[in-house]
């Protein structure tokens, strides 16, 4: 069955620390993974998209890593600030292009940033 | 560009009452999807269409209609509101991989 594990489920750290999120996967065939960023009451805001042939990509403080072989990724967050206070979810898609009718999201880690 | 836009953004239905959901997207995009999020749970499918003219199913489709009118417009209609469909329902629309979301509608039928 095709499923996207995340963890922590939640996480709490201080500002201006650095943080990792973890997501593993057991979705066969593999198109591409997607991290997504949540404010709370707000919609998913993509962040990042690696297809299998990419190891890692970065979008200013945020770089995501993905280990096809293994199926893993991780999200890393440099110098957090407070507004990096939101849900993060990782998703995988198996398509290869074409409509993203089949994403398989995972249940997201919410990280909170305390002054 | 304002992207997606959802109306309402709250709202409280009754068991058995009907009320359509409305999503418009101004970036020309041909899919557009609609998704449902509950508590502690990743969001899942409802249904979505890759063209004016042309829907699909996706994981939960069941108590919920759409049509695809327009390129602009999907709205998603829920017929018979049951306690089961209390959630929060994102629309969001893509042109290739990046699908963009609306800011959500919180459903609570009671």
């Known amino acids: 069955k095709n499923q996207v594990e995340q963890s922590p489920q939640s996480l709490i750290i201080l500002e201006g620390k650095n943080c990792t999120l973890q997501c593993n996967y057991t979705v066969s065939p593999f198109s591409n993974l997607r991290w997504y960023k949540q404010d709370t009451g707000r919609g998913p805001v993509s962040l990042t998209i690696?297809?299998?042939?990419?190891n890692t990509k970065s979008n200013g403080r945020y770089t995501a890593t993905l280990d096809a072989d293994t199926k893993q990724s991780s999200l890393h967050i440099t110098a957090s600030q407070l507004s990096d206070s939101a849900s993060y979810i990782c998703v995988v898609s198996p398509d290869y292009g074409g409509s993203q009718g089949n994403l398989i999201f995972g249940k997201g880690t919410k990280l909170s940033v305390k002054p | 560009n304002a992207g997606v836009t959802q109306t309402p953004k709250f709202r409280i239905l009754k068991i058995g009452q009907s009320m359509t959901l409305q999503c418009t997207q101004d970036m020309n995009h041909n899919y557009m999807y609609w998704y449902r999020q509950d508590p502690g749970m990743g969001l899942k499918l409802i249904y979505y269409?890759?063209?004016?003219?042309?829907?699909d199913k996706g994981e939960v489709p069941n108590g919920y209609n759409v049509s695809r009118s327009t390129t602009e417009d999907f709205p998603l209609r829920l017929e018979l509101a049951a306690p089961s469909q209390t959630s929060v329902y994102f629309c969001?629309?893509?042109?290739?991989?990046?699908?963009?979301f609306g800011p959500g509608t919180r459903l609570t039928v009671t």
């Open positions: 969001a629309s893509s042109k290739l991989e990046e699908q963009y």
């Open positions: 690696m297809t299998f042939s990419e």
């Open positions: 269409s890759v063209g004016a003219g042309i829907t």
